[in-house]
């Protein structure tokens, strides 16, 4: 089975949005550049906060505004999901 491991929200401003979910979260930044912040959630999975203009490719309008990945062992893993 996969396992889960982060949740990326793309935001207007990195740096204010990491105050407000480590308020919230009552977490501390993991990881943190100027467009891109990281805060554990517990059991090993992450938030990251990227910061729209800095999303890299840009997204789609209609694609959403996330991401959500899971590790698993290697390439084969993925296509056998």
Known sequence: M????IVVLYVDDAQ???TFYQTLLERPVAQS???FVLLPLGNGAMLG???RDAVEPPP???AG?????WAVANAEA???L
Not at 65 to 69: A, L, M, Q, T, V
Request: hydrophobic content about 40%; glycine content about 0%.
């Open 2 to 5: 996969a396992e889960f491991n």
């Open 16 to 18: 204010a949005s990491s």
């Open 33 to 35: 550049s100027p467009k």
């Open 49 to 51: 906060l990227w910061q």
């Open 60 to 62: 789609a309008a209609e």
């Open 65 to 69: 505004c996330n991401e959500i990945s």
């Open 78 to 80: 993925v296509r056998d």
